[in-house]
């Protein structure tokens, strides 16, 4: 069974242009989850759907990113215009639907490194 | 503000030996604890968890210990082989399904 997976895998990019990043879930996992981790910190959450909803967007860092995820299998993630602290490593997560199981692991795909320079 | 705290960026252990990594939590809505493996350029890969209600699981060479009243979890890697060497993520979720709120992450070096 495929795993996650993202595309680019590496992104270089100048200050002002727009980036889109790409995750494919594994097949039948209804959420879907976006991380970065930046400057080598720690991994932190961006935002969660369930299928093609929002379910918490809380952690976007503001409205230069736009996530979707129409028909609720991949999903996008736009950085417009990116800035310079916009640089990092992007993950994207996957776990199956809700009460299949008491704890819902989620699977990481290998993530998208993004550079602006 | 940072809710998981690991506070030792690196750890450098002999092979065959204990590897023992610390974690301290601030928020005490959190009722899932997860430890992630990270290799250089893959994404982290889910190791082994454990429920507030608990305070010990084991899983193989892996052991993750939970003290709710300290509010702190350690894993405890026994015998360490080299290829453990990665850096290791503690994490907390305060449902099943919620987001996962990482640590900063300890680098494990296991020496042959």
């Known amino acids: 069974e495929a795993g996650v997976t993202q595309f680019p895998s590496h992104s270089v990019i100048e200050k002002g242009q727009t980036v889109t990043l790409r995750c494919d879930p594994i097949?039948?996992?209804?959420?879907l989850y976006w991380y970065r981790r930046v400057m080598g910190k720690e991994i932190k959450f961006l935002l969660h759907f369930v299928k093609e909803s929002k379910q918490d967007e809380s952690g976007m860092p503001n409205n230069r990113f736009l996530a979707e995820r129409t028909g609720g299998t991949y999903s996008t993630l736009k950085v417009q215009p990116a800035e310079l602290e916009d640089s990092g490593v992007y993950f994207c997560a996957s776990s199956q639907a809700l009460g299949l199981a008491n704890y819902n692991e989620q699977f990481f795909g290998p993530g998208t490194r993004l550079t602006v320079l | 503000d940072q809710q998981v705290k690991q506070n030792s960026p690196s750890l450098s252990v002999q092979e065959g030996r204990i590897s023992i990594l610390n974690c301290d939590y601030t928020?005490?809505?959190?009722?899932?604890f997860l430890w992630y493996k990270k290799y250089p350029a893959e994404g982290p890969t889910f190791l082994i968890s454990i429920s507030s209600i608990k305070d010990k699981n084991e899983d193989g060479r892996f052991t993750v210990f939970l003290n709710k009243s300290a509010k702190h979890l350690s894993l405890h890697i026994v015998p360490s082989q080299p290829g453990d060497s990665a850096v290791y993520f503690c994490?907390?979720?305060?449902?099943?399904?919620?987001?996962?709120?990482f640590g900063p992450g300890t680098s494990l070096s296991v020496i042959p």
């Open positions: 097949s039948g996992h209804d959420n």
């Open positions: 928020n005490s809505m959190f009722d899932y």
């Open positions: 994490a907390a979720r305060k449902t099943s399904y919620d987001k996962v709120i």
